[in-house]
């Protein structure tokens, strides 16, 4: 019989592999990098690859967000959610959330749009926010990984 818990959790690290993984690579390798060209290019340029990874994030997303609630149920440990003890699952479910928001609604409807108009005439400021957002996202990512693997295997 197929053990659906265990295809779940393959699924669950997967995804938070390529997404979380995608956002180090982008915070500190991309980015960096782009501080190389001019200000105007930078920002076209971080456009365009923030564009392709988003479309890949958002399935990773998806996917983390289904399997994640799928073994929360199938652990029965809804009420976990409300357990200080339990803060890491807390914090993917706030991390999951921001990222949500960010990649199906606001970037879709406003942050997109808001991004290319401040970048028109602050290319250089435009820049720096987005790399101090991406540094912010990455460091509560990296706390969310250790406190979900340490936590899901019994160190707190
Ligand atoms: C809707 C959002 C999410 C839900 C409902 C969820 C739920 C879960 C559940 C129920 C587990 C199994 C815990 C256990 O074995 O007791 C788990 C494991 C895990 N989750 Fe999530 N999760 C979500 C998002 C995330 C995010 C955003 C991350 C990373 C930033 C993450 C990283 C992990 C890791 C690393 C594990 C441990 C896997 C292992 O070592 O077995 N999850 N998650």
Redo the contacts with the bound molecule.
């Keep these: 019989m197929i053990d659906w818990l265990a295809v779940a ?1 393959a699924i ?2 997967l995804s ?1 592999v390529h997404w ?1 993984g995608g956002l180090l690579f982008v915070t500190f390798v991309i980015l960096p990098s782009l501080r190389e060209l001019e200000p105007r290019l930078r920002v076209e340029m971080f456009e365009k690859l923030e564009r392709r990874f988003a479309i890949q994030a958002r399935v990773s997303v998806l996917l ?2 289904v399997s ?2 799928y ?2 149920d199938a ?1 029965g ?1 809804w009420s976990r959610i409300a357990d200080p003890r339990f803060w890491w ?1 807390g914090a ?2 706030a ?2 959330a921001i990222f949500t928001i960010m990649l199906f609604v606001a970037e879709p409807l406003f942050l997109h749009a808001w991004f290319g108009r401040r970048a028109a005439l602050d290319p250089d400021g435009t820049f720096r926010v987005a790399l101090r957002g991406h540094r912010v996202l990455s460091i509560l ?1 990296a706390i ?2 250790m406190g ?2 340490a936590g ?2 019994g160190l707190f």
């Design positions: 959790r669950h690290v938070i979380i983390a967000g994640g609630f073994m929360l652990f440990h699952l993917m479910i991390l999951w990512a969310t990984v979900a693997t899901a295997h």
